[in-house]
């Protein structure tokens, strides 16, 4: 199974709700990173957390993690219909690096 | 600055040519990579560079895929032999360091007839 997985797969939400996806990993990471991709553009990086961090914030953006149990999440906050896109958790094991299958989040004006 | 470039941005070939993919990095960063991302998949790592020099090359697909990175800079990847399961989103970054933000290219998009 792949380093990086993402929960939920699809998110549907009103605009102004908060959006929880997380993140599960299964090897030791040096850090984190979420990415965005909205539908027909490219990849856009939103935040990088490190081993040694908890949290870190980012705008409406908040990023949580757990080396413990290997997780991440990520939550935006106050949703609008722009932040429609598909979310990826990257991490790197080794000499690679892994991005998960993302979470697809649908912000309904 | 201007950010990571790719070219061609599309590209369609038969199957059985050989293809020659180009990319960009932001000027100044050491780390480049290749993914490649078919149709509503997620990404798949192919390779890195740190410098001219990749130092695992486990994640090409097969013996047809190979790249090169020249200078520090520029880096091509090249498809020989082309396959219809090729066809994706060539997808390239680069970093200031290996691990750190990665800033995401256009992408090549590839068809394989």
């Known amino acids: 199974s792949q380093q990086g997985e993402e929960d939920p797969q699809a998110l549907s939400i009103q605009e102004g709700e908060n959006a929880t996806m997380n993140c599960s990993y299964k090897?030791?990471?040096?850090?984190l990173q979420w990415y965005r991709q909205n539908s027909g553009r490219g990849l856009v990086h939103l935040i990088l957390?490190?081993?040694?961090?908890r949290e870190k914030h980012s705008g409406r953006l908040r990023v949580t993690l757990d080396t413990s149990k290997k997780s991440s999440s990520l939550l935006i906050t106050a949703s609008r219909a722009a932040d429609t896109a598909s979310y990826f958790c990257?991490?790197?094991?080794?000499?690679?690096?892994?991005f998960g299958t993302g979470t697809s989040l649908t912000v309904i004006p | 600055g201007a950010g990571v470039s790719q070219s061609p941005s599309n590209k369609v070939t038969e199957k059985g040519k050989d293809v020659e993919l180009r990319c960009d990095p932001i000027?100044?960063?050491?780390?480049l990579y290749w993914y490649r991302q078919s149709l509503g998949q997620g990404l798949e790592f192919l390779i890195y560079?740190?410098?001219?020099?990749?130092?695992?090359k486990s994640g090409l697909p097969s013996d047809r895929f190979s790249a090169e990175r020249t200078g520090g800079s520029v880096s091509t990847l090249t498809i020989q032999r082309t396959q219809q399961e090729d066809s994706a989103v060539y997808l390239c970054?680069?970093?200031?360091?290996?691990?750190?933000?990665?800033?995401f290219g256009p992408g090549t998009r590839l068809l394989v007839l």
């Open positions: 970054a680069s970093s200031w360091e290996w691990r750190e933000t990665q800033y």
């Open positions: 090897t030791s990471i040096n850090n």
């Open positions: 957390i490190r081993s040694n961090e």
């Open positions: 990257a991490t790197d094991t080794g000499n690679q690096f892994y």
């Open positions: 000027s100044g960063h050491t780390a």
């Open positions: 560079f740190q410098g001219n020099s990749a130092p695992d």
